[in-house]
């Protein structure tokens, strides 16, 4: 048995790396641009109201996206992967933007912000149980504000129906699925980020063709009239979707689910704070409140992931399945990491 006890200094050198700060903006600035652009420019400009065909376009773009660094300019190197292996994440995200649009439905969008805050405790239970890790308590702890905050600073209304809940719930569980084996299938397969979009794509494309129907207007979208603002404004979002794609890879393959599920709560707080400087006047106290609280718990978070960043237990075991994750976390057959 073993300890990790790494100094503050191996841990910046280890993980604040350029690539992960890289993926950590990207990942930030493509996500509110793409909010902003399908507000402000797709939806309003364009009224083009179409959010599962929008996202097919994406993923559509994104494996054109990833052609082109594959062949033209030869960034990374195509793997063949097997189908029956990458289908899972495939039909997760599948789920979760069907569930998430029916959710929208049925919920107001402060309620939904608001049951989305469970994807943390999901995602705590399925490494748990599933992979066998288990979080600090300081880490644990830091959580607490983190959900406080984001949830006072979302919550408007009491407007709750059960038909609604169930979808959010569902829409909940494919998201913290489609977090963890984002991470999990990079290490499984052995690939890039890049690699396993490739696949995962065209696959989710082809998949949410069959949710067209149920889920988008389909009289509308048939007598829908594309105009040059409609081509523009679609493709400035399909740019930001590939960044927020791919900087999603990069950024859990690099750290862990629940970091990027904590970081979802960074870029909710942006949206609003980025609301009330270029569009409210002032900002309510309750969300002042929020902000605070979420702030200090990521600041506590971040802390807890310094001062170990494996954030390892006993618990995390050596996975005679799976050899490409147990050199990832330094696991052999007969050791055990503890912190």
């Known amino acids: 048995m073993r300890t990790l006890t790494p100094s503050l200094l191996e841990f910046f050198k280890g993980m604040l790396t350029t690539s992960l700060l890289f993926s950590l903006l990207l990942n930030i600035t493509s996500s509110i641009g793409v909010i902003i652009v399908n507000k402000r420019l797709v939806f309003m400009e364009a009224h083009f109201e179409f959010s599962t065909v929008l996202t097919i376009i994406h993923f559509v773009v994104t494996f ?49 912000q608001v049951l989305k805050i469970l994807c943390t405790p999901i995602i705590l239970c399925i490494e748990w149980v599933h992979y066998g890790k288990r979080e600090k308590l300081s880490t644990l702890l830091s959580l607490l504000p983190v959900c406080v905050g984001v949830a006072i600073t979302c919550f408007s209304d009491t407007d709750v129906n059960w038909i609604g809940t169930m979808w959010a719930l569902l829409a909940i569980i494919a998201n913290s699925l489609y977090t963890i084996w984002g991470k999990t299938k990079q290490v499984e397969m052995g690939v890039q980020p890049m690699q396993l979009l490739m696949y995962q794509a065209p696959m989710s494309a082809v998949m949410l063709l069959l949710a067209v129907l149920p889920l988008d207007n389909a009289k509308k979208l048939a007598a829908y009239d594309v105009t040059f603002t409609t081509v523009w404004t679609v493709l400035l979002s399909c740019i930001f979707a590939f960044g927020v794609n791919f900087s999603f890879f990069c950024f859990v393959g690099k750290t862990s689910p629940l970091t990027m599920n904590v970081v979802g709560y960074l870029k909710t707080l942006l949206v609003f704070v980025l609301d009330f400087l270029f569009v409210s006047a002032t900002i309510p106290p309750q969300r002042m409140i929020g902000i605070s609280l979420t702030l200090l718990g990521l600041a506590g978070y971040s802390y807890s992931k310094i001062e170990s960043p494996e954030n390892l237990t006993p618990r995390t075991r050596w996975n005679p399945h799976c050899d490409t994750f147990n050199k990832q976390h330094g696991i052999v057959e007969t050791n055990v990491i503890s912190v």
């Open 64 to 112: 054109l996206g990833c052609v082109f660094f594959a062949y033209g300019v030869q960034l990374f190197k195509p793997k063949k992967l097997s189908i029956r292996r990458v289908f899972p994440i495939s039909c997760v995200f599948c789920g979760y933007v069907v569930f998430n649009n029916l959710s929208l439905l049925a919920n107001s969008v402060s309620v939904y």
